[in-house]
């Protein structure tokens, strides 16, 4: 959705196709510099957790778009601004949805789950742009960029309950640690002690854990 | 026809990205190697930009014809050993 809007009020604010290149560069752009650092931070933050981080700060961002244009003072700088932040929070996203995909499901299935996630992006690439030309036909672009915050609510909405249920006690998976320590052996397990606050605040990262649960766990 | 055949060899292409970097690296470096996915996902406007100034330059059906070209050169390559892993038992 955002893709089109931003194109359309490139356009609209500069009259300039190359601004319009720009705008839609720099949004890219983000990806590549920041890329290889949010996989990074895929590894050593807990994943459950970036995939809340991720879309609460895509709807902040959507949020903050629809009362700038709403309140009449859109601008091209505001706009390609905010979207290297949808730029940010896709290269934040990606890399942690693919890897949980992956500890959830296992290497048996990750194929299957990833095909089906590339199945709904596309649906999606349907979808976003004919929703975002509606909105802006109709609304304006305000309405559009609320529709996105909308949407990103929704994603909010799906993961909540995933890593909510992971906090509870007894849901302590320890599979993910036992890879590190296949992967790396020695200090492995303490790192990742570390890492994800093994007191207290760890079960998201257990969340998307794959299954070999720790004796005792009432778990399937 | 040729472009439905195009949309389904990309839509494989990009499954089989993600599931073949997923199943290759260990857990410890899986995230980095999804970032460095994202960072080559996030080049596509760069060839974009190349396959524009290459059709301007010698026109679209010569462009067309040197893209296929360069990415057959570049995946059989790679594809080769690893559908030879694939049938080793």
Known sequence: MDLV???????????????VGVA?????????????????????????????????????TALALTAI??????????LVAL???????????????????YTLLGAGRVGQAVSLETVSMQIAKMLGPLAAGLCLAQAGP??????????YGGG??????????????????????????????????????????????GGDELAWSRSRPRAGCPCP | MLLVAIGVAESA?????????????????????????????GTQPLGTLAIGLLAASIGAP????????????VIVPLAVPLVGRAKAP
């Open chain 1, 156 to 201: 909010l909405a799906a993961y909540e309950p995933a890593s909510r249920s992971a906090r509870r006690p007894g849901h302590r998976h320890v599979a993910f640690r036992r890879d590190q320590q296949a992967d790396r052996p020695g200090a492995r397990l303490a790192d990742s002690d570390r890492a994800h606050g093994a007191a207290g605040d």
């Open chain 2, 13 to 41: 292409f990009a499954t089989m990205q993600s599931t073949l970097v997923l199943l290759e690296v260990p857990e410890r470096v899986r995230g980095g190697a999804m970032g460095i996915l994202s960072a080559c996902i």
């Open chain 1, 5 to 19: 809007a931003l194109g359309w009020l490139a356009l609209q604010f500069t009259g300039s196709p190359f601004m």
């Open chain 1, 24 to 60: 839609a560069f720099a949004r890219a752009a983000t990806l590549m510099v920041v890329g290889p650092f949010t996989g990074i931070v895929a590894d050593r933050v807990p994943r459950g957790r970036i995939l809340l981080v991720a879309p609460a700060v895509g709807m902040a």
């Open chain 1, 69 to 78: 244009f709403w309140s009449g003072r859109g601008g091209y700088g505001a």
């Open chain 1, 142 to 151: 305000a309405a559009g960029f609320a529709v996105m915050a909308l949407v």
């Open chain 2, 62 to 73: 010569p462009a067309f014809a040197v893209n296929a070209l360069v990415s057959l050169l």
């Open chain 1, 83 to 101: 979207e290297i932040v949808f730029g940010l929070v896709w290269a934040l996203d990606f890399p942690a949805r693919r890897t949980a995909l």
